[in-house]
């Protein structure tokens, strides 16, 4: 296998998927798992921080596989 069939396999859209449900699935335990599964969550002092990591990955998952995909179309 040739260095340009690789790379197509790699960013053939399976990876930013799996990621994305990754994401996903860390936001649905740090945003409604733990506030009803731990009693007095919101006064802890790593909710916060926790819940705004889960609501920011998102956007770093956006940028970062948004900008691998300009950078690749500027490069044709």
Aim: proline residues 5%; aromatic residues 12%; positive net charge.
């Amino acid at each position: 296998m040739d260095n340009k069939e690789l790379s197509n396999m790699e960013l053939s859209g399976g990876t930013a998927f799996y990621a994305m449900l990754g994401v996903l699935i860390f936001m649905v335990i740090a945003c409604i798992v733990c506030p009803l599964a731990i009693p007095g969550f919101s006064k802890q002092g790593y909710a916060v921080p926790l819940m705004a990591a889960a609501l920011g990955l998102p956007f770093v998952h956006f940028f970062i596989f948004g900008g691998m995909e300009i950078v690749r179309s500027r490069k044709k």
